[in-house]
T-cell receptor, first 110, second 111 residues
Framework: QKEVEQNSGPLSVPEGAIASLNCTYS??????FFWYRQYSGKSPELIMS????GDKEDGRFTAQLNKASQYVSLLIRDSQPSDSATYLC??????????FGAGTTVTVRA | SQTIHQWPATLVQPVGSPLSLECTVE??????LYWYRQAAGRGLQLLFY??????ISSEVPQNLSASRPQDRQFILSSKKLLLSDSGFYLC??????????FGEGSRLTVL
């Protein structure tokens, strides 16, 4: 079982719609959770972090965490063509390392 | 704020040739540093991490090695490259919040 699993996609959504990305993790001791956005040919950049159960909103992005279900998600509201990218879920067990999912590629159709 | 410099940005190397990728960090002291590799269409694979000068932990046995000769310098090396070493190599440092901040990456193609 992979430590972090994501829907591989690609996920295609029309401009203005909500994009919903899912991530599950295997280790219950995981404490910190991150979403990174990676444009083609570029390095990942952090867009959201979440540490406790519930929702966290930042602009058009909302991260949701459910530790009991070992599940974290990212919602992108009012999707824009500039949101077209690969989104990486990352999990930290409070050791020195982040484990990454394989990423979900999102395409926003104009 | 942190800045990570990686070089070279792009390189094409023949099989069997050596490799040296360099990473330097600015804006922080005594950072935890990481080398990740991303193969085409794949996720990030942790190769090495370092919590201090001369301290290297390897995550996967492979054809690569890492060194940390100075506090803010992290080097990835190979004596003989394989085709499977091709990929996008990312240096990162850990922030106090547990997240990683990445450099711009080095894209390696082994022919």
């Amino acid at each position: 079982q992979k430590e972090v699993e994501q829907n591989s996609g690609p996920l295609s959504v029309p401009e203005g719609a909500i994009a919903s990305l899912n991530c599950t993790y295997s280790d219950r001791v995981s404490q910190s959770f991150f979403w990174y956005r990676q444009y083609s040919g570029k390095s990942p950049e952090l867009i959201m972090s979440i540490y406790s159960n519930g929702d966290k909103e930042d602009g058009r992005f909302t991260a949701q965490l459910n530790k009991a279900s070992q599940y974290v998600s990212l919602l992108i509201r009012d999707s824009q063509p500039s949101d077209s990218a690969t989104y990486l879920c990352a999990v930290n067990k409070n050791d020195y390392k982040l484990s990454f999912g394989a990423g979900t590629t999102v395409t926003v159709r104009a | 704020s942190q800045t990570i410099h990686q070089w070279p940005a792009t390189l094409v190397q023949p099989v069997g040739s050596p490799l040296s990728l360099e990473c330097t960090v600015e804006g922080t002291s005594n950072p935890n540093l990481y080398w990740y590799r991303q193969a085409a269409g794949r996720g990030l694979q942790l190769l090495f991490y370092s919590v201090g000068i001369g301290q290297i932990s390897s995550e996967v046995p492979q054809n690569l090695s890492a060194s940390r000769p100075q506090d803010r310098q992290f080097i990835l090396s190979s004596k003989k490259l394989l085709l499977s070493d091709s990929g996008f190599y990312l240096c990162a440092c850990a922030l106090n919040t547990g997240e990683l901040f990445f450099g711009e990456g080095s894209r390696l193609t082994v022919l």
